[in-house]
């Protein structure tokens, strides 16, 4: 979220990304123009009377990084990542604000400087066990697999568990140490039934060459979870949020548990100035989309996106809302959007396979659901349609794969089923040039796929 057009540091914006005085104690402030256009009243007198702790005469890192915990908390990106900045400068040492502050910087976009705002961490603390298995995720985004590995194990002997003994097994198999993986990962199914590591076990097994393994696994397997673990310096970040951001979260709940009118009763309540806030349009649309208004919940995703064009969840919605009105292009330029934002985001590839797909794209599908595969996508139509372009263009052999993965994930998914007995025929009878097989005759025209 831009932060410079709500609330501000003194300095936060300036190009050189400097927000401390020469001389004295920074200057933190939240400048009266600015601090008007706050309508939260409790949110705004929270902030202010952190700001002013801050910049009192005599103020020390933890006062900045209060303040910090508060912009963090209420969705201010900038202005958080700036001040956790001041405070690491007041104080060097200090272990909190350096790793909240490398959070924050790969919340931002910033994966090197937060790899080296951790590794600062480290040197002034290193008995924290959350920070190495961030570390190690950050190393693992950024090619460096050893490097994680080294990360993950400081992290297990700190007692971080399952997450960090996954992060190692995923750092082994990126440097093809599949033995050793599977090693590891054998006692750790055992242990957290997770589905992540379900999926990695099968990964393993596949990438050793037992199909059969790799298949029993999988079928234990789901969409990827986070795998929990332990991080209270987060938790206590969290602990600032305050007004808005509070009442938003109670939306959330209201629309995870299906009672879309009293969320929609409470959205009404934010009042003129909030309204006109991204995160708030966001979830008017997502319970207009519940309530199958999905009109009115484009024009409110469309308002979001005005308002923070780099808010990917509101393209995904948007791109969702114009699949269902058939409008595919629209529906690809909005996931194509999501993919620049989050290239690593495996539900936008695996969407975009299917619009490509009804697009008259299958080579553009195949390559979306590709990469949603090695992303860890257990959607067994994903599979499915992979194999049925392959075997569109008679490469039976890598079909027959896909969709027997399809068979395993959905053992009652009869297409899948028909497109091995379609492809075990072709392999032993091709068909002569003018005839076209089932597999093929199965890619869609126009209607849906999913």
């Known amino acids: 979220m831009a932060m410079c057009a709500t609330v501000t540091l003194v300095g936060a914006c300036q190009p050189d990304g400097q927000s401390e005085s020469t001389h004295g104690s920074p200057q933190i402030t939240l400048p009266s123009s600015v601090v008007s256009r706050i309508s939260d009243e409790g949110l705004r007198d929270y902030l202010v009377a952190l700001a002013n702790a801050a910049s009192a005469q005599g103020s020390d890192e933890d006062d900045i990084g209060h303040l910090a915990m508060a912009y963090d908390a209420n969705g201010f990106d900038l202005a958080a990542e700036a001040t956790y900045r001041v405070a690491t400068k007041r104080n060097p040492a200090v272990f909190k604000w350096l790793y909240l502050l490398a959070l924050r910087q790969q919340k931002n976009g910033d994966l090197s400087g937060a790899i080296e705002s951790a590794n600062r961490a480290i040197e002034t603390d290193g008995t924290y066990p959350a920070v190495y298995v961030r570390l190690g995720n950050w190393l693992l985004d950024s090619g460096e697999p050893s490097a994680a590995r080294v990360a993950f194990k400081r992290a297990v002997d700190l007692g971080a568990g399952p997450a960090a003994e996954l992060g190692i097994a995923l750092a082994l198999l990126k440097t093809e140490n599949h033995a050793e993986a599977l090693n590891l990962l054998t006692p750790v199914v055992t242990k957290t039934n997770h589905p992540f590591a379900f999926r990695l076990l099968s990964d393993t097994w596949r990438a050793i060459g037992d199909e059969t393994k790799s298949r029993e696994y999988l079928q234990f397997a789901s969409q990827a979870k986070s795998m929990w ?134 080579k553009g599908a195949l390559e979306s659901f590709e990469t949603a595969i090695n992303l860890d996508s257990t959607a067994p139509n994903v599979h499915y349609y992979a194999g049925v372009i392959l075997g569109a263009e008679g490469r039976c052999d890598r079909a027959l794969s896909y969709f027997e993965t399809a068979l395993t994930l959905d053992k009652n998914h009869e297409k899948a089923r028909m497109g091995i007995s379609e492809c075990l025929r072709a392999k032993s009878a091709p068909p002569t040039s003018n005839q076209q097989s089932s597999v093929e005759s199965e890619l869609p025209k126009d209607g849906s796929v999913d």
């Open 229 to 362: 673990f332990d991080d209270p310096l987060l938790a206590e970040m969290r602990t600032h949020a305050r007004g808005k951001n509070k009442r938003i979260h109670d939306v959330e709940l209201m629309l995870g548990s299906g009672l879309v009118d009293e969320a929609l009763a409470a959205l009404h309540n934010f009042d003129a100035e909030e309204r006109a806030d991204f995160n708030v349009q966001y979830h008017f649309a997502l319970a207009y989309f519940q309530n199958q208004m999905f009109d009115v919940g484009r024009e409110h995703l469309l308002k979001a996106i005005e308002l923070e064009p780099v808010h990917y969840p509101s393209h995904l919605l948007l791109a969702s809302i114009y699949q269902r009105h058939e409008n595919n292009l629209k529906a690809a330029e909005h996931l194509e959007h999501v993919i620049d934002i989050y290239p690593k985001l495996q539900i936008a590839h695996q969407e975009l396979g299917f619009v490509r797909l009804r697009n008259g794209n299958p």
